[in-house]
């Protein structure tokens, strides 16, 4: 048993041992002090690449955003910062902080500064994917950190920097805090900007973690009571970053229960034949569902407000709203989220929103996927997405023709960026 042990011991040290790939020590200390500093070059990079992510956040475009993100230098700092604890190097900690709070000051005072005179004042979706952060950002956080100080340490980098840019997104949050700022709405500013103090505090753990396991040499001996002090800052900065993002996580995952057992509800209880529920929607304690078609009898929906303690829905009301099909639909007005039936909004109307919102989604959805797909694939020059024939389909203009592989993972690439696996795809050459 022993020797068994010993044996995959020592065949995982050969496929997972770093540190013969380790780089000179010096050398990747002077590289990370290189990228702590913020003046000349790096601070005007900075300052473009805060435009650039804030343009694309007012207009809504993933690809700007994520080139942004690609040149931004605001890695430097905080790697400086996870490196300097490891090796116990205080002046480079002290270096690394100061100009962490330069870069970060410069940038949303940048930010500010272009929501403030932007005409577009509106929050589009990228922006606001940045307000709630939970604890997937943390994991995000810490695996790009992670990913990060093994491509400076080792040998092997490969593509890994420009990938831990994109993933960990320190740039984004920092704009949304501008946006914040600049609009006066604090809830926006507080979020992005925690989300960026997730970043941070992750990144830097991940680093400290790297080089500690890498055997990096300290520049000073820490031991005794400094030593420890120093372990219960570093815990304490991560407890306290944790907590607020693991609560977030738990409404998150409470709601998306709820919501799915609002679902199953009335899938199970109030769904029949010749019945189509249109809406459906949870106001100050009661569930008030739109429906049209063959009428839901009185015995059934008294049957499904008795059962829906089965669904976790203890102590809320049941509201149906329904019409007859045919002519009668557009006779029957049915306010969405209202218990008034008498009212101007008729049933018809909202089934004619809904199939209204359905079709011209592909509108918005085409600019931003061909927007994507120009940035993910150098041989695409656009991307025109439609509803035909019942399908999905989407329309490739391509400036050369694409060899199997990448025309696979194109399409792969559009099934999962539409939400629809049946896509059809069809390729034109310019």
């Avoid at 019945?275 to 839901?296: C, M, N, P, W, Y």
């Avoid at 499904?304 to 149906?320: I, P, W």
Wanted: neutral net charge; glycine residues 10%; contains cysteine.
């Amino acid at each position: 048993m022993k020797h068994s042990f010993a044996g995959v011991k020592k065949l995982l040290g050969r496929y997972f041992n770093l540190l013969p790939d380790k780089e000179d020590e010096h050398a990747v200390i002077e590289q990370v002090k290189g990228g702590t500093q913020f003046r000349g070059t790096n601070l005007w990079i900075l300052i473009f690449a805060i435009l650039i992510a804030s343009l694309g956040l007012n207009v809504n475009s993933t690809a700007v955003i994520i080139g942004a993100m690609l040149i931004s230098p605001l890695m430097g700092p905080i790697i400086g910062m996870g490196l300097s604890v490891g090796i116990s190097d205080f002046e480079m900690l002290k270096q690394s902080l100061k100009n962490y709070g330069v870069a970060t000051l410069i940038s949303v005072a940048t930010a500010t500064l272009y929501f403030w005179i932007s005409p577009l004042s509106e929050a589009q979706s990228e922006l606001l994917a940045r307000t709630s952060p939970t604890l997937y950002d943390v994991l995000i956080a810490f695996c790009g950190g992670a990913a990060g100080v093994l491509a400076l340490t080792t040998k092997s980098k490969g593509q890994v920097i420009p990938g831990v840019a994109i993933a960990t997104a320190l740039m984004p949050p920092l704009c949304t805090a501008g946006y914040g700022l600049a609009t006066g709405q604090w809830t926006y500013f507080f979020g992005a900007f925690y989300l960026f103090f997730i970043n941070t505090v992750f990144i830097a753990t991940a680093t400290f973690l790297g080089v500690k396991f890498l055997r990096f040499h300290p520049v000073a001996t820490v031991e005794g009571d400094a030593a420890r002090r120093g372990r219960r800052i570093i815990y304490s900065v991560v407890l306290i970053t944790l907590i607020p993002a693991a609560i977030m996580t738990v409404r998150i995952i409470q709601r998306n229960i709820f919501e799915t057992d609002v679902n199953h509800f009335v899938k199970a209880e109030l769904d029949q034949e010749g019945t189509r529920i249109l809406r459906q929607s949870v106001e100050e304690g009661d569930l008030t569902v739109v429906a049209v078609g063959k009428t839901i009898s009185d015995e059934k929906i008294a049957t499904a407000q008795s059962h829906m303690h089965f669904y976790n829905l203890t102590g809320y009301g049941l509201n149906v709203i329904q019409a007859n099909g045919g002519a009668d639909v557009a006779l029957l007005g049915a306010l969405e989220g209202s218990r008034n039936t008498n009212t101007a909004l008729s049933v018809q109307v909202v089934d004619l929103q809904g199939k209204l919102d359905f079709y011209t989604r592909y509108d918005t959805l085409s600019r931003q996927v061909s927007e994507e797909a120009q940035a993910l694939f150098g041989e695409v020059s656009d991307v025109a997405l439609g509803y035909i024939g019942g399908r999905t389909t989407a329309l490739v203009r391509v400036n050369k023709p694409l060899p199997t592989p990448v025309k696979q993972r194109l399409e792969q690439w559009l099934a999962k960026r539409t939400g629809d696996d049946e896509i059809d795809v069809v390729m034109r050459r310019e």
